[in-house]
């Protein structure tokens, strides 16, 4: 321990500097230490038992993908061979269609908002029939998708905007869609990829989430640090198809209880993360 109460504490891979209860942390003051790629530097309040990183996220994410090593192509291989011209899974003819029919996927199985969405569509055909819908009839019509109430004000204010700031028609940016009531990255990235082919992003649903997990694609937490990670190792020109695909073989083989392994194209270059052996 040096005269300010820190020392040192090495743990698995981490490195952090510890102080005593009794010692006042200064947070002005940094300590100034020499790492090596792949430690985590930090101090650890014994107080409150908070730690405090002093390395990036970013570089912490570029070390762990390092580790974990994953076959990306030959991921990318097998997934293009087991689902060459797989498609968005939600039924529609348009952008609007589909940015509503995304919006209600929240919480609820595509296949369920399949089911909505033809009665839904038949009574609301443009930006200003959402606009001017009334709640109680939305609500109804989406009811079995959950979460109605909070979802049919979302649909009816995005339909407000799409009139008022876009001539009722949806964007074509990122920046622009997350100015719409209700949507969020995910969303957006579902209507750009699939009803304007660009590829903005990469769609991280629940699927997406955890396959990109059980393959050792990241480690990260949320959503939105998972599709940073993914989007440093997946090609651009693979963003679209790569949610498409992965999200197919959510579905038919990789599940969340009981993964059928024994059946899956990438069995041979997957360390199934997560899995039961």
């Known amino acids: 321990m040096n005269s300010r109460g820190f020392f040192w504490k090495g743990h698995c891979e981490f490195t952090f500097i510890v102080r005593p209860r009794s010692t ?21 309040d014994m107080a409150s038992g908070t730690v405090a990183e002093f390395l990036s ?20 291989k097998g997934l293009q061979q087991e689902y060459p011209g797989v498609t ?17 996927s929240a919480q609820c199985t595509d296949v369920r908002v399949n089911l909505v969405t033809p009665a839904l569509f038949a009574r609301y055909s443009a930006a200003a029939d959402y606009a001017n819908a009334r709640l109680p009839e939305l609500e109804k019509l989406i009811h079995s998708t959950g979460f109605f109430r909070n979802k ?3 649909i009816k204010a995005a339909g407000q905007r799409l009139l ?24 957006a990235n579902v209507v750009l990829g699939t009803a304007f082919g660009i590829a903005s992003g990469i769609v991280v649903d629940t699927h997406v989430f955890r396959l990109s997990h059980r393959l050792g694609l990241t480690r990260a937490k949320t959503p939105e640090k998972v599709e940073q990670d993914l989007m440093k190792i997946i090609p651009q020109t693979e963003w679209i ?17 009981n993964p059928k392994c024994d059946r899956c194209s990438l069995n041979a270059d997957c360390p199934k993360i997560g899995v039961a052996k």
Do not use: W
């Not at 993908?65 to 990306?72: G, N, Q, S």
């Not at 968005?88 to 209600?104: E, G, I, K, N, S």
């Open 24 to 44: 006042a942390l200064n947070r002005e003051r940094k300590p100034s230490l020499l790492l090596t790629a792949n430690v985590t530097l930090g101090y650890i």
């Open 57 to 76: 996220s970013t570089h912490r994410t570029e070390n762990t993908l390092k580790k974990t090593k994953a076959p990306v192509e030959k991921i990318l």
């Open 88 to 104: 968005c899974a939600l039924d529609h003819q348009h952008p609007l269609q589909l940015l509503v029919a995304t919006m209600l």
């Open 152 to 154: 049919a004000r979302n």
């Open 164 to 187: 008022t700031e876009f001539k009722g028609s949806v964007p074509k940016t990122m920046e622009e869609l997350l100015t719409l009531p209700g949507v969020a990255r995910k969303t």
């Open 241 to 257: 198809q790569f949610s498409h695909r992965l999200i197919h073989h959510g579905r038919k083989v990789c599940s969340a209880r």
